[in-house]
């Protein structure tokens, strides 16, 4: 195996076991599963040449390219099952090419848009290791714009798969993918031919992001500033991790007046600021930080845990038990629950002893940007009379490898003239912290998810607008963390919108090569982080 799509890849990229605990058969069949998506592509975007579009392929292809995010399917078998279903896909899109064409196609076809026998699972595994990420065949530079892509096209599948969860998709969204896939395959492009579609994945980004906003505030109401407990109350308990609203909600439709609380773990702090949730008396508060802290919280959680999406780790026998996953997160052996019937969830909550009353420290979330701009002339009039001296958006992925200390001691030494917004499960290093504020705005604003970086687009375009400059112009500083694949579609983001001198850490991509770098370096001047202190001082003079 080889895999170097995440941050914490050891070495340059993970050889014998990922360090997320993917093994060397799913590794295989993830490669497999994304090769089989380039062939589909391959035919979906020649029928959309033809004006011809299939929304079961079109959907499938979330399923797909979701599932090799990292850290969310580690079950061999049910990958199998993907591949299995994806052979068939492939087929249906040149069926669906043929019949618009009036007839086979005469041109070349590439390999992985060819049909393969899915065999068993061990026959797909060997499959799967001929298709592996190196290629000495393509010029390494082209090479690492081209997983540029693959990872942005993944971190953007997640989204779409949340929205289309809620019932919104956009077909944008498709078609690029469709494009960019097949785009792999043809020989004849060049690097900036791949360069100017790894912009374009960042506008796509943009529309996903954009489109997910929409199904959750159209769903739930826009966030609002929401006190959240760190306690617990006195009650039988279920702890959800990841990032689907749609599925909580459910889940609080289900335990309503059963005497079970549900508190919320990692990326799902957000949801206590959405109306339409935090109306559940029972959505108790949040237990325990970021996604890599679990197996040493998870054991000192007395109910029932089920995970909605990525950032699931090997499960230690101390919870495995009542533990659950749902949606596109499986691990083996591990209770997976398939649509929305929670009552074996429920059931485990009731046989677990659950918490005592414990109250806590309470921490600020739900600052969207339709309740940050709501006080945008306060944010304006601060940052005119000087009483706010800067915004730093210091956000992003959190994670076990060293180095990302740096983020907490960045927050601590901001200057208390300064504003702090933040987003995604990096928070949990620094969110715990008394900020104060600043003429009555929090100076620690948390705007949400990941994909809440939507959000803090927003208010900077908002901002940008008040004082009539450019993004790049406003007192604002980017302070980037990155894991995994969503974080590449937001960076690719932040880039199509021309957004320039992002700090980025703890470690820079091991799949950017340096010629690759070097472009981002002269045309973004994106750099990777130093000290906090040394940083500080070169921003803020």
């Known amino acids: 195996m080889f895999c170097f799509q995440c941050e914490q890849a050891a070495n340059g990229g993970c050889s014998k076991v990922g360090v997320c605990g993917k093994k060397p058969d799913v590794a295989a069949l993830q490669d497999l599963l994304v090769y ?101 065949s393509i010029d390494p530079d082209v090479k690492s714009v081209q997983e540029i892509i693959i990872y942005g096209i993944k971190g953007y599948a997640a989204y779409a798969h949340h929205a289309l969860v809620i019932g919104h998709e956009d077909d944008e969204i498709y078609a690029y993918t469709h494009k960019a896939l097949a785009a792999t395959l043809d020989k004849s492009l060049g690097l900036m031919d791949f360069v100017g579609l790894a912009m374009e994945c960042g506008k796509t980004n943009l529309t996903t992001m954009a489109l997910l906003d929409k199904a959750n505030t159209d769903s739930f109401g826009h966030p609002v500033p929401t006190p959240v407990q760190l306690g617990t109350k006195a ?81 230690a026998e101390s919870y495995k038990d009542r533990l659950f996953t749902w949606g596109l997160v499986q691990w083996p052996d591990v209770k997976h629950i ?48 000087g009483a706010i001296r800067h915004f730093f958006l210091i956000g992003g992925c959190d994670g076990a490898k060293s180095g990302r200390n740096y983020y907490t001691e960045f927050a601590e030494q901001v200057p208390k003239d300064c504003v702090i917004l933040t987003l995604a499960c990096g928070k949990f290093r620094f969110n715990k912290l008394e900020f104060g504020d600043i003429g009555g705005i929090p100076r620690l604003l948390d705007i949400g998810q990941c994909n809440d970086a939507y959000s803090a687009i927003q208010i900077a375009v908002a901002l940008a607008g008040a004082f009539g400059c450019g993004v790049n112009d406003l007192p604002l500083s980017f302070i980037l963390s990155w894991y995994e694949q969503k974080a590449v579609a937001i960076l690719l983001t932040l880039l199509h919108l021309g957004v320039k001198n992002i700090k980025l850490g703890p470690s820079l991509p091991a799949f950017i090569t340096p010629n690759v770098l070097n472009f981002l370096v002269e045309n973004f001047n994106i750099g990777p982080i130093g000290t906090a202190e040394g940083d500080l001082k070169q921003i803020l003079g």
């Not at 399917?73 to 064409?101: C, G, M, P, S, T």
């Not at 802290?293 to 780790?313: L, M, R, Y």
Request: hydrophobic fraction near 40%; aromatic fraction near 8%.
């Open 36 to 136: 089989a998506m380039k062939g589909i592509a391959f035919w979906a975007d020649k029928a959309r040449a033809k004006g011809a579009k299939d929304t079961e392929i079109d959907r499938f292809m979330l399923d797909g390219l979701f599932t090799t995010v990292t850290n969310v399917d580690f079950d061999a078998e049910e990958i199998a099952k993907l591949v299995r279903e994806a052979a068939k896909q492939r087929d249906r899109a040149q069926a669906l090419f043929e019949k618009a064409n009036g007839g086979t196609y005469t041109g070349p076809v590439p390999e992985a848009a060819k049909p393969f026998n899915a065999g068993s699972t061990a026959e797909l595994v060997a499959l799967g290791e001929q298709h592996g990420v190196k290629d000495s």
């Open 235 to 315: 009650g039988k308990a279920i702890l959800v991790s990841g990032h689907d609203l749609r599925m909580l909600e459910e889940l609080l439709k289900q335990t309503e007046g059963k005497g079970i609380n549900v508190y919320t773990h990692g990326e799902m702090l957000p949801a206590h600021g959405y109306p339409g949730l935090k109306k559940y008396s029972h959505l108790a508060g949040n237990f325990g930080g970021a996604w890599q802290d679990q197996a040493k919280e998870f054991v000192n959680f007395p109910g029932a845990i089920i995970f909605n999406t990525n950032c699931i780790q090997r499960p």
């Open 338 to 385: 398939d649509g929305f019937d929670f009552s074996a969830v429920v059931n485990k909550a009731l046989e677990l002893p659950g918490f005592e009353e414990n109250p806590g420290q309470e921490i600020l979330t739900g600052f969207g940007h339709n309740a940050v701009l709501g006080v945008a002339d306060k944010v304006i009039d601060g940052v005119k009379s």
